[in-house]
């Protein structure tokens, strides 16, 4: 913050080595409409505006409810000035540096002597929370299927048994001499004609405003109120709990004095399986079976992720055709709320077809006096061209580059390569 002597006068305070400001030269115009419009109100606001004003800000932006700090610092600043009467006069006619020598109250003081209680109406002052701790623990899907039980160690700040967070013999905790009971230092800098100040966390009482002497500490935390705790936790899984699902230990991870102890929040995540894909509550799974078996009728034991052992057949007269999708009800993962109720099992079948080397003549005579006969077709003569088609791996038909854009395999060899072998192109100009 700077400042810059008293309103009216040049040079240090009382006008010294300056004159009087405004003798022989017109006055500056003064920014005085900031406070009323961080407060939402006219120039011309009765006491009673401005108080509603500041009640319904106040409340909407306080730290305790989410708001942010600086924003409310910003807005009980305004209200300490323009509720009072005097400085409210100063502030219209200097503006901010009328105020400049006068301080300014604490936030929660003024929130606290408005509302009668920091933060609630009537109640007592809110504490501030510590921070919550996360971490994830993988469960397989059999983990969710069925429901476990996970032990979860962790290190954690915890109030002091032997002193109860006071840092020693309370008799002997004292106003630290220091920052005064602050909790912080104020350094004061002139420049020149200017003076700079700045705060800084008091680094004998480290923030906290009081100090015990070095013989009165307590022996467990050395004075600093807190000590190490290895505790375990009982992470209990649901039967149909999802990835990505969070379990809450509330108060479980770090504490301090005059503060709330934090969340520790266990994040699941869920390892993939061999053989089950899962969508929400169902299950997703595949399974070859032969041509025979296709046409014929299938009959097939899966062991569930409980287990338990599931005989999967068809009806006689089911033809399994090639992307079909059947389903088995009831079979999928149990729903969270009530593991009674599950989800479906839905089973794509991959089709094998027999090798050419298990098909001779006759056996390809009999397939074609059962199966059904070929749709007809033009007559092939000679006068076609004549191609035989081959098989080839699924990965090659993809990095074909031929099938991108269709004029790679037409290119010129001894067309000009840039840098890197990347081709020079030249557009056409219109």
Request: hydrophobic share 30%; net charge neutral; glycine share 12%.
């Amino acid at each position: 913050m700077f400042f810059s002597g008293f309103p009216g006068m040049d040079g240090m305070p009382g006008g010294m080595g300056g004159g009087m400001g405004g003798m022989g030269r017109p006055r500056k115009e003064v920014d005085n409409s900031k406070f009323y419009d961080i407060l939402g109100v006219p120039k011309e606001a009765s006491e009673s505006d401005i108080k509603k004003a500041f009640r319904k800000l106040a409340i909407k932006h306080h730290p305790d409810k989410g708001g942010d700090e600086e924003k409310f610092k910003e807005i009980t600043r305004a209200y300490e000035v323009l509720s009072d009467p005097e400085k409210r006069k100063a502030y219209d006619e200097y503006g901010e540096e009328g105020l400049e020598g006068q301080g300014g109250a604490d936030p929660s003081d003024i929130f606290e002597m408005f509302f009668g209680g920091g933060g609630r109406r009537g109640g007592p002052p809110q504490k501030k929370k510590c921070e919550n701790v996360g971490t994830t623990i993988k469960c397989t899907l059999e983990d969710l299927y069925n429901g476990t039980t996970r032990k979860l160690a962790i290190q954690r700040d915890r109030i002091c048994s032997e002193c109860s967070g006071v840092g020693g013999d309370k008799a002997f905790l004292k106003s630290c001499d220091g920052c005064n009971g602050q909790g912080v230092r104020v350094e004061i800098r002139q420049l020149g004609p200017m003076i700079t100040q700045s705060q800084s966390v008091c680094p004998k009482c480290r923030g906290k405003g009081k100090e015990m002497p070095e013989s009165k500490k307590c022996k467990l935390c050395t004075g600093g109120g807190i000590q190490k705790e290895r505790k375990v936790l009982e992470c209990h899984v649901d039967k149909g709990a999802t990835h990505g699902q969070k379990i809450v230990f509330s108060g479980e991870a770090d504490e301090k004095p005059d503060m709330i102890a934090g969340d520790v929040i266990v994040q699941i995540q869920q390892v993939d399986h061999a053989l089950f894909k899962r969508k929400g509550a169902d299950l997703i799974m595949e399974k070859e079976i032969t041509l025979v078996e296709a046409l014929t009728g299938f009959s097939f034991v899966l062991e569930h992720l409980d287990k338990r052992k599931l005989a999967i057949q068809s009806t006689k007269d089911h033809v399994v055709k090639p992307g079909t999708i059947h389903v088995v009800k009831d079979e999928g993962m149990p729903n969270l709320k009530n593991p009674f109720l599950k989800g479906r099992l839905f089973i794509f079948f991959k089709i094998k077809f027999p090798d050419p080397s298990d098909l001779d003549d006759k056996k390809i005579k009999d397939l074609k006096k059962i199966l059904p006969k070929p749709t007809a077709s033009e007559p092939i003569t000679d006068e076609h061209e004549h191609h035989v088609v081959e098989e080839i791996d699924k990965d090659e038909f993809e990095r074909d580059p031929r099938r991108h854009g269709g004029g790679a395999a037409y290119d010129s060899d001894d067309e000009d390569e840039g840098p890197g072998g990347a081709r020079r192109v030249q557009c056409a100009q219109q």
